[in-house]
């Protein structure tokens, strides 16, 4: 009875304040696991953008297993968490791979949870928000925005997430979840966070139809919940990138006419297979400047060496205390797994934030 009435007035207010998103329009399984993966981290606004130039470019999962990974991290720059976009990439590969016997034009995306969830790079949330919003299998999609909600609604001062308490909250969401209509209410309570009951309350309890029954409301809690477990302490790194720079037939230093190296990331870490300058790491301030990974015959070569840039970025659980130096030389370094390329080319390579805000950095020095 209780569950009625709380499912009559989210999805009153549901139909007259929900936005027009075009994942909430489809009841294709790939969009719908496309814009859940995009949109981890990501705000609404900036996503769609992303969304829509992937299912242009990659309009089924067969396109998108049949792109190359490189291809896939390139369309994705920007985004950040790169491991989400191998991840996509991978699952797609398997998703059709496992097409079996199939014949061309069939469903190949699975159909049950447990197949669903047993993909790369997707966990409980993803995979109960794809069964729910494409086959309106009950199963409840809990992202920060439920989490919130329900700690709201039920007055829950558990931290939502540690073992213990995800526990607790499925096993509450559980019991909210209306079983009938498991698309409609996944959809309605997640917008319900991101647009009523929101982070900062400001006055929406005011406003807000689902007052009655909100036990933070009625206990003057609501603006302490949900509770999180402390953070990890956040760890600073030091990064120097060495950006040699040389001019094709001796001619200007300008933008269009210089070489660059760039290397693969081969270590596995949020970084993996995207490219970026030569990087040394050190374990504290930052100093020295030759570039030690060059071999030391190289070194006279440098025409001009000079720091151009430091700055801090900001990762969830890192700081990277980053600074650029412009190596202007004759000649390339001998730099083992790097590449010589064109400046201008480096839009055709995968790079992360970082590094776009050293190549953003090095660009403003040169004349175009
Ligand atoms: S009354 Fe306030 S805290 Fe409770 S559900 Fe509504 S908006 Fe959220």
């Not at 999805?11 to 936005?19: I, L, M, T, V």
């Not at 699952?91 to 079996?100: C, F, L, P, Q």
């Not at 014949?103 to 069964?131: N, W």
């Not at 995207?274 to 100093?287: A, D, K, R, W």
């Amino acid at each position: 009875m209780l569950n009625t009435l709380l499912y009559s007035h989210l999805y009153r207010w549901y139909e007259s304040n929900r936005r027009i998103l075009p994942w909430r329009e489809t009841e294709d399984p790939y969009r719908i696991w496309l814009s859940e993966v995009i949109l981890q981290q990501t705000r609404v606004a900036q996503g769609l953008d992303y969304y829509l130039r992937f299912v242009s470019r990659w309009p089924t999962v067969e396109d998108l297993a049949s792109a190359d990974e490189a291809e896939v991290l390139r369309e994705w720059q920007g985004l950040g968490y790169y491991s989400r976009a191998r991840n996509l990439h991978k699952a797609a590969r398997m998703i059709v791979e496992s097409k079996g016997g199939l014949k061309a034009g069939q469903t190949v995306f699975p159909t049950s949870f447990e197949a669903i969830r047993a993909l790369p790079g997707i966990g409980d949330y993803t995979a109960g928000a794809i069964a729910s919003f494409a086959y309106d299998m009950p199963y409840p999609a809990v992202d920060g925005n439920v989490y919130r909600v329900v700690a709201r609604l039920l007055d829950i001062d558990e931290p939502f997430d540690t073992t213990a308490g995800k526990k607790l909250f499925r096993k509450h969401i559980e019991q909210l979840l209306d079983r009938e209509h498991p698309r409609l209410f996944n959809s309605a309570i997640m917008e319900f966070g991101a647009l009523q009951c929101t982070p900062v309350l400001g006055d929406n309890c005011l406003s807000c139809p689902l007052q009655a029954q909100c036990l933070a409301y009625a206990h003057g809690t609501a603006e302490l919940l949900p509770v999180r477990k402390p953070r990890p302490k956040v760890r600073d790194r030091w990064f120097t990138y060495h950006i040699y720079l040389t001019t094709m037939d001796n001619g200007q230093w300008t933008m269009d006419n210089v070489c660059t190296l760039i290397r693969r990331r081969e270590e596995k870490d949020i970084w993996y297979h995207l490219y970026e300058f030569p990087c040394e790491e050190s374990n504290s301030s930052l100093t020295g400047e030759a570039g030690p990974t060059a071999k030391r015959s190289n070194s006279k070569a440098i025409l001009q060496a000079q720091p151009v840039y430091a700055f801090t970025h900001i990762l969830s659980h890192q700081r990277i205390h980053a600074r650029a130096i412009i190596h202007k030389v004759q000649k390339m370094p001998d730099i083992p797994g790097t590449i010589s390329i064109r400046w201008e080319e480096l839009n055709d390579y995968a790079l992360s934030r970082l590094t776009l805000r050293v190549v953003d950095t090095v660009r403003s020095t040169l004349p175009r």
